[in-house]
T-cell receptor, first 116, second 115 residues
Framework: NAGVTQTPKFQVLKTGQSMTLQCAQD?????MSWYRQDPGMGLRLIHY???????DQGEVPNGYNVSRSTTEDFPLRLLSAAPSQTSVYFC???????????????FGEGSWLTVV | AQSVTQLDSQVPVFEEAPVELRCNYS??????LFWYVQYPNQGLQLLLK??????LVKGINGFEAEFNKSQTSFHLRKPSVHISDTAEYFC?????????????FGTGTLLAVQP
């Protein structure tokens, strides 16, 4: 059971380039989300999805796009990378959301992104 | 809106000593509370969570936390730490009503266990 898989693990981008961080889960989880982790700021929610075809914004959505065409996949797109987007990105999933049921969230191992 | 405060960014402690990592939350409604641990270069994993019932919650690796509604706190404790407990610990909160389907994290506390 692979759990939550993120690719790539490391990426260096130039300012203005675009890229997609991939996230896949094999636990049939309805809820998926993306966080970014920066020193001294903890984890901040970028976007989340409560099911295929449904996405919503988190705390820091600007500069990022998401889509959810299948239950398994939740890619995060950087449209025009900026140095401020240098961060560690985590994808996470849970069975049916984090509100209402208190479900445990399962995290991927992270993607280290540097924008130069 | 809900928020979480972890006042200590780093807690140094000697091996086999007890430790308490502090977490305070702010919310106008009832909450679910969580502690996650992140070992170096890894993702986060759940230590324990409080949903309802007993205010003392036991988790993995000998950790426990106590929910204190009057003090809006959810401090994490371990009576005797090991070198292997060195990691970053995150407190998090969510809304049981499901009105906002978000898990909000604190800024984290680095537990540094010294021999």
């Amino acid at each position: 059971n692979a759990g939550v898989t993120q690719t790539p693990k490391f990426q260096v981008l130039k300012t203005g380039q675009s890229m997609t961080l991939q996230c896949a889960q094999d636990m049939n989880h309805e809820y998926m989300s993306w966080y970014r982790q920066d020193p001294g700021m903890g984890l901040r929610l970028i976007h989340y999805s409560v099911g295929a075809g449904i996405t919503d914004q988190g705390e820091v959505p600007n500069g990022y796009n998401v889509s959810r065409s299948t239950t398994e996949d939740f890619p995060l797109r950087l449209l025009s990378a900026a140095p401020s987007q240098t961060s560690v990105y985590f994808c996470a999933s849970s069975y049916s959301g984090v509100g209402g049921s208190g479900n445990t969230i399962y995290f991927g191992e992270g993607s280290w992104l540097t924008v130069v | 809106a809900q928020s979480v405060t972890q006042l200590d960014s780093q807690v140094p402690v000697f091996e086999e000593a007890p430790v308490e990592l502090r977490c305070n939350y702010s919310s106008s409604v009832s909450v679910y509370l969580f502690w996650y641990v992140q070992y170096p270069n890894q993702g986060l994993q759940l230590l324990l969570k409080y949903l309802s019932g007993s205010t003392l919650v036991k988790g993995i690796n000998g950790f426990e936390a106590e929910f204190n509604k009057s003090q809006t706190s959810f401090h994490l404790r371990k009576p005797s730490v090991h070198i292997s407990d060195t990691a970053e610990y995150f407190c998090a909160v969510s809304d049981p009503s499901g009105a906002t389907n978000k898990l909000i994290f604190g800024t984290g506390t680095l537990l540094a266990v010294q021999p």
